[in-house]
């Protein structure tokens, strides 16, 4: 008895054994990731001889543009699906997430206590960024939309794979390229960070991704860095829970004949954290013809059927179900497709995975998702145990696990309704981005940094009344504000002062009586290069006796010469003691050419000699001024029209100096020159502002160009140079003749054209490194600030008349 009471026992622990060997054992996150290998060029191995890679595209106004355009773009995409084969399948992935500006404004504020000596400091900057705010929830800028395509081959190597991915990679790129679409290819880190923040948020798990090594990434343990702590598949019959957020991954059932080329758009459009993926593959195109033949033939037969059995009940044979006649008419009209016109046969899954705090505002977004879905005549239906299927697959990794019957075929313009392309944004939260105004085909702010820029040289360039000068001055309080820079002004119609004493900046007037005093041959040992100041010091006093004595021939070789050995002799003495006493002034230099005794140097002494010791002297002084200051304008208008060019160029060149020396205290130096026209009047002025132009930005300066003479300043034979070395334009509101010009030389269309013709004030058009956005600036004038950035002579009486 007790041995068959022990025989039962162990067949009882036999089957728990069978049992529990059946029972799917629990997965560890990492298990859960589906790839094989992350290398650092960003090829991955997904499984097996499966790899891809991935690019970053970026976005371009599709939805909003005329018919026209849209046509042109719609079948600039077909051709790019066309070109991928069926042996590449790609996937494309639209991320939406939110913002963290929280630790940005913190940043700003902490640093901005110790900013400014100014009573009401905190209370203007607090107006200022309670104005950008409000700004920001005018349109979406709380969702960031990423966009990304990853392609995936089949090859027996590595070596061969990267071969081919890099021809992919190119053919893409090409198709991108006529489309006005820029790409960027994404190394193995940067595909992982993008993974690890989809399953693990802003917190980098375990280690900083940027801190890896290229022997960690080959290594093949990837995985424990980007894998979350936990994810749970089981306890859900129709959503996950990543961590501490909840998630679900829907899937679109295309129900409708017709799709409209919104559908995509209207749901990266909503505030939600998502991932939306489309993974096409793309099906050989004898074997579509014949798939679709047959199915055809399938249609037929069953037609014939129905006929049969309405006439054997009697009734018209014509009758039939009309989703009968549907399928039949919509097959016959894909074969004709795919045997005449351009078309190709793909399959499509599309997918949407949303991320959120709990399961109430889970289901919040789910209706909202399925709302969308509903307006397009489709479905939108939670993946019943397959949500790790779904997300797994939903993750920018190129393969798809989903079951088949979740695919469905459509021809290439079918496919392509969903394109992936809506609105073109510029929007920035690194290296000190800038509020530009918000952009006016979708009402998002539009925020960059021009330090992002290889050339951050800027023009702001509009009619009177455009508000071209405001714009700048919104532009020099976002940088006061956001960073330590230095802001210096030329101001050669006096009319910044109001601005820039609100602001606790230091105005130095220059004028035939001023007591502020600049010297010209200022140096220090920085200057220029900084490996021979004297030689550059001396190209400038060249252009400076250009200016003085040249005349409409400039100087000859024999005065350069003179001019040249005179300039070292002079600064003799500060080399061997660089101390500020040991400086010249404009009297050493006149004192030089005498001591020549030769005809050239007394020409140049007397040419000087007005500067010196006559009624122009204004230079002759050491610089009296304080430089410390953080914003200083120079106010040039009473120098008067025998100085202003060279009070001009001085005033460059005391720019110069101030750059050299912000460099080795890592600063950067703003300098705006206002009616920059008058700078590229003048042979010796253009020279140097070219010089500007060219070399400014790799000392960490940022020259800016103001004018309304938009005219004048494309007629200088120096234009070319300025426009070549830009990449910053903020363009108002521009006569008929000076848009032409100005649509020819950065090749604007005639519908963006639209937005600086007769544009109203702070409306126009930004050209930020090649992207051209349509912008709206509209500065409450309510703000303590805008008294002092209006130029408008009624508004500033009436704001100083209220003021008193």
């Given amino acids: 008895m007790a041995k068959t009471k022990l025989e039962k026992l162990n067949l009882f622990q036999i089957l728990q054994r069978l049992v529990d060997s059946k029972r799917p054992q629990k997965k560890s996150t990492q298990e859960t990731l589906n790839y094989n290998k992350m290398y650092p060029n960003g090829v991955c191995n997904v499984s097996g001889q499966i790899y891809n890679k991935m690019i ?92 990304y395509l990853v392609f995936s081959i089949k090859d027996e190597s590595y070596e061969s794979a990267v071969r081919r991915l890099e021809s992919i990679e190119s053919n893409v790129r090409d198709n991108f390229k006529t489309m006005g679409v820029g790409m960027e290819e994404l190394n193995g880190i940067e595909r992982l960070s993008i993974i690890n923040y989809l399953l693990n948020g802003n917190g980098v798990h375990y280690l900083e991704l940027e801190d890896l090594t290229a022997e960690q990434l080959s290594s093949g343990t990837t995985k424990d860095l980007i894998a979350p702590k936990d994810i749970k598949f089981g306890n859900f019959n129709d959503e996950f829970k990543v961590n501490k957020k909840y998630g679900t991954t829907l899937h679109l059932r295309i129900e409708a004949t017709e799709l409209s080329d919104r559908v995509l758009a209207d ?76 078309e190709k046969y793909f399959y499509l899954t599309f997918t949407i995975t949303v991320f959120e705090n709990n399961r109430k505002e889970l289901d919040n977004a789910v209706f909202r998702l399925k709302s969308i879905a509903q307006k397009q005549n489709c479905s939108l239906v939670k993946m019943k145990f397959q949500q790790e299927k779904g997300l797994i697959s939903a993750l920018p990794l190129g393969e798809n696990l989903n079951e088949t019957n979740l695919e469905r075929g459509l021809t290439t313009s079918s496919t392509a309704i969903f394109v992936p392309f809506t609105t073109q944004e510029l929007y920035q939260e690194e290296k000190e981005p800038i509020y530009y105004g918000l952009n006016a085909l979708s009402n998002n702010m539009i925020q960059v940094s021009r330090k992002a820029l290889k050339n951050p040289n800027g023009l702001f360039l509009g009619t009177p009344g455009s508000g071209k000068s405001f714009a700048a001055k919104r532009e020099m309080i976002d940088t006061y504000l956001r960073t330590t820079d230095d802001i210096l002004v030329c101001d050669p119609e006096g009319e910044y002062y109001p601005f820039i004493n609100r602001l606790g900046g230091e105005e130095i007037k220059l004028s035939l009586n001023s007591k502020d005093y600049i010297n010209p041959l200022d140096i220090s040992l920085e200057y220029g290069e900084g490996e021979n100041p004297i030689s550059f010091k001396s190209d400038f006093i060249i252009n400076l006796m250009e200016l003085i004595a040249g005349g409409k021939k400039g100087l000859t070789a024999k005065e350069k010469t003179i001019v040249d050995k005179c300039t070292r002799l002079i600064y003799r003495p500060y080399l061997e003691n660089p101390k500020p006493d040991n400086i010249p002034i404009l009297e050493d230099l006149y004192n030089a050419f005498i001591e020549t005794e030769r005809t050239e140097g007394q020409e140049l002494a007397d040419a000087l000699e007005l500067y010196v010791s006559g009624s ?12 410390n200051n953080r914003l200083i304008c120079f106010n040039i208008q009473e120098l008067g029209s025998n100085l202003r060019q060279l009070g001009m160029l001085v005033l460059q060149d005391h720019v110069w100096n101030k750059v050299t020396m912000n460099r080795n205290r890592s600063k950067k130096t703003w300098y705006y020159m206002d009616e920059f026209h008058k700078l590229l009047a003048e042979e010796q002025t253009s020279n140097y502002s070219v010089e500007f132009w060219k070399r400014f930005r790799k000392w960490g300066g940022i020259p800016t160009g103001i004018t309304q003479n938009v005219k004048d300043l494309l007629s200088s034979p120096k234009i070319e140079t300025i426009i070549d070395n830009t990449d910053f334009v903020y363009l108002l509101n521009q006569a008929s003749s000076d848009r032409a010009i100005l649509q020819m030389k950065f090749e604007i269309s005639d519908y963006q054209a639209n937005y600086i013709t007769n544009s109203s004030e702070g409306e126009g058009l930004l050209v930020y490194s090649g992207v051209i956005l349509p912008f709206k600036d509209q500065f409450p004038k309510d703000n303590s600030l805008y008294p002092v950035m209006t130029t408008k002579p009624e508004e500033i009486r009436r704001l100083r008349g209220a003021a008193m």
């Fill in 56 to 147: 970053q595209f970026s976005d371009i106004s599709y939805q909003l543009s005329q018919d026209e355009m849209k046509q042109r773009i719609f079948a600039q995409y077909s051709t790019l699906l066309n070109s991928f084969d069926n042996s590449i399948n790609i996937q494309f992935c639209f991320v939406n997430y939110r913002m963290n500006s929280e630790d940005n404004l913190q940043e700003v504020l902490e640093y901005s206590k110790h900013n400014s000596d100014i009573k009401d400091f905190e209370q203007l900057r607090d107006e200022y960024f309670s104005f950008l705010e409000e700004q920001k929830q005018k349109g979406s800028n709380g969702i960031v939309r990423n966009k």
């Fill in 267 to 342: 749901f990266l459009d909503l505030d939600l954290e998502m991932l939306v993926s489309m993974h096409i593959r793309t099906l050989g195109q004898q074997q579509a013809v014949r798939m679709v033949k047959s199915k055809a033939s399938d249609l037929d037969s069953i037609k014939i059927e129905e006929q049969k059995k309405a006439i054997r009940a009697g009734y018209d044979m014509d009758i039939l179900p009309t989703d009968l006649n549907m399928h039949v008419e919509e097959a016959k009209k894909t074969l004709s497709d795919l045997q005449r016109e351009n």
């Fill in 616 to 627: 122009l002297n204004v230079f002759n002084h050491r610089t009296t001024i304080n430089t």
